[in-house]
């Protein structure tokens, strides 16, 4: 466990009186600041300066301006970390034993870039370690060689009245201090707070170029999101294995890989809106997608807007406004660990042996240069996703999860162009290939769409042409999000009644879920199944349609409707629904295919991409595998 050197700074002392009324809304009080000894109080390399030279006093300090219009001046501080090293601080407003006045009477403004009143409803009020009650004005990471100034300003509520004797000759004493810690773990400022959540059996790594492992010394840089250089971690095969830091990891003794999706908002550029197809697609539309990482929630306003979660829902959020991305609400997250590849089939020695339709979590493995485990109903994709760690609060990828990796990918943080497809056509995981195809499906292995397992064709995950196929565009990525095998993913339509979920089409084609049977007359049920998750955290709910290209049905976020518009395009005798960014497949679930699959499948050239979706039944299908997301808190 990581050690902290705590340094606790009391800033001085305020003192409010409060004396009587005037009218019927105003508090009239007397109002002082004071400190003792020097103006500025230090240790080490960290120092907290008062900017008045003799204390401060301050009168009928409403907020901003007296009763003339006479601007006020607010009790003014500075924070300065001259160390080298990140501080881990919390600012706070204490109260002292000697306060009378009830605080329920007070309002607080505290301002570094915008005041923030602190008996909002969005105010934090904690009690420290020395058992005081405090309000947290502000907490986070401290960057070192960095100045911070601070503006505070107190007042009794404009409401309080002569009615409210017990507010009256009442005292109301505090004081400003902060709390600091030199931080012996490294973090990245970018990232808000929302750094790798690392527990026991979960061992962060540095990967090298070559695929080489180590495990990684967590007080120094080991990830760098501004340099798309994302977190990874890994799942060893003899848990009671230990290794020492920057020793390497033998890949014999690694059983699964994943990576880091911080939690972030990012900025709507389109609203997903569309009915049908246009006659065009528009390419103007892909940009580097505009990302802010932070563990806030985004609420309705001229800036931001509460993120709807719904199907076909757009709330209050409109273009240009920043939404926290739904993956990370369901879960309330600072983060997501995503498998780094496929999910393969443990022990699997060929194609086909990795074809199994069962439910055994104890088969899984998230590696490079292994089978991707295909051939299986949803329901038991879940039900291994799910079994596989639940102390990590393991599951299969929701169709919003697959969206916020897209959308990390083409931000600054991400390579933020189009990824490389896996065209191993044995359906070996972490392959990239040689050469960009240039058409899509044509039902041969043409010059313009090969597929197969050759170094001429296709490369491994850690050689110059095998990070393409990274959502970094280097070894620290997400690999087999383009080809590779269509990926099954925990996103499913409801039916005609828009109430219970769809098992499937039939009672062929199904998912191995009881539901509905979605393309059969009086919608009988399936009732030889797993019952669907009984939280719904686990799957996102997409609105019924018999259509296809009813892509307003869109989760915001979900990398589907927004991606628009949309149109069709031929490929040799092969029809195709495409979206606006890369020509990426885009065909929405409908009755007939109630379930989304992603990423498309390594035949399919041009319209494979991480933004394809596809639609699929959800039955035991060789062209389809899953992938496993960690929820760790």
């Known amino acids: 466990m990581s050690k902290k050197k705590k340094i606790i700074y009391s800033l001085g002392i305020l003192t409010i009186v409060a004396i009587g009324f005037i009218g019927a809304s105003f508090a009239l009080w007397t109002q002082n600041f004071t400190q003792s000894g020097e103006n500025t109080i230090a240790s080490d390399c960290f120092h907290i300066t008062l900017k008045e030279d003799k204390g401060i006093l301050l009168e009928n300090s409403f907020p901003m301006y007296d009763k003339d219009g006479k601007k006020l001046t607010p009790y003014t501080f500075q924070v300065s970390n001259e160390c080298s090293r990140k501080v881990e601080y919390q600012l706070n407003f204490e109260t002292t034993n000697h306060t009378t006045l009830n605080d329920s009477y007070v309002k607080f403004m505290f301002q570094e870039n915008e005041p923030v009143l602190l008996t909002s409803k969005e105010s934090t009020k904690v009690t420290l370690s020395n058992g005081k009650s405090a309000y947290v004005l502000e907490k986070g990471y401290f960057e070192g060689n960095t100045t911070k100034d601070y503006s505070i300003r107190i007042w009794m509520d404009e409401g309080v009245t002569q009615a409210n004797r017990d507010a009256m000759n009442k005292l109301f004493e505090g004081k400003i201090t902060i709390t600091a810690s030199y931080l012996t773990k490294y973090y990245e400022s970018i990232l808000n707070g929302t750094d790798p959540v690392l527990k026991d059996g979960l061992i962060p790594v540095t990967i090298s170029n070559d695929g080489t492992v180590r495990k990684a010394d967590i007080t120094k840089e080991w990830y760098r999101y501004e340099k798309q250089e994302w977190a990874n971690a890994v799942i060893l095969e003899d848990e009671n294995q230990v290794y020492r830091d920057g020793q390497i990891i033998p890949e014999n003794n690694i059983e699964s890989y994943f990576v880091w999706i911080p939690r972030y908002k990012y900025k709507l550029w389109n609203m997903g809106e569309y009915e049908g197809l246009s006659e065009n697609i528009d390419t103007t539309q892909v940009h580097t997608i505009e990302v802010i990482f932070g563990t806030d929630t985004t609420v309705d306003s001229d800036t931001e807007c509460k993120t709807p979660m719904l199907s076909g829902e757009s709330g209050n959020c409109s273009i240009d406004k920043y939404m926290t991305h ?109 050469n960009e195809p240039s058409c899509g499906y044509t039902a041969t292995n043409e010059v313009c769409n090969r597929y197969g397992t050759t170094s001429d064709i296709t490369n491994l995950w850690n050689t110059e042409v095998g990070v393409k196929a990274s959502t970094t565009g280097n070894i620290t990525g997400i690999y087999d999000m383009a080809g590779g095998a269509h990926e099954n993913v925990m996103g499913i339509m409801l039916s005609s009644d828009n109430k219970t979920l769809c098992s499937g089409r039939d009672i062929t084609y199904n998912s191995g879920f009881n539901g509905v049977y979605c393309n059969v007359n009086g919608s009988p049920l399936h009732t030889m199944g797993l019952d669907f998750p009984s939280d719904s955290k686990y799957y996102d709910v997409y609105t019924y349609s018999t259509d296809d290209k009813t892509n307003q049905r869109r989760i915001l976020g979900d990398a589907t409707g927004e991606m628009g518009p949309f149109s069709s395009k031929m490929y040799g005798s092969q029809l195709s629904q495409i979206g606006s960014w890369y020509s990426d497949e885009s065909l929405f679930v409908n009755s007939n295919y109630p379930w989304f699959i992603r990423g498309s499948h390594w035949s399919r050239g041009e319209s494979t991409g991480v933004f394809a979706y596809h639609h699929s039944s959800g039955p035991v299908d060789l062209y389809s595998g899953f992938r496993i997301v960690l929820a760790t808190k």
């Open 326 to 434: 739904p993956a990370f609400l369901a879960f309330e997250t600072n983060g997501l660990w995503v498998g780094k590849f496929e999910t393969g089939y443990k022990g699997a020695t060929t194609t086909s042996e990795a074809e199994k339709n069962e439910n055994n979590p104890s088969k899984v493995q998230i590696k490079p240069n292994v089978y991707s485990w295909r051939g299986i109903q949803v329901a038991n994709a879940y039900l291994s996703s799910y079994n596989y760690k639940r102390e990590y609060d393991s599951h299969m990828m929701k169709n919003t999860e697959w969206g916020a990796v897209a959308y990390l990918q083409h931000s600054a943080y991400g390579s933020h162009t189009s990824v490389r497809i896996n065209n191993n056509e044995n359906y070996i995981t972490g392959y990239s290939s040689v």
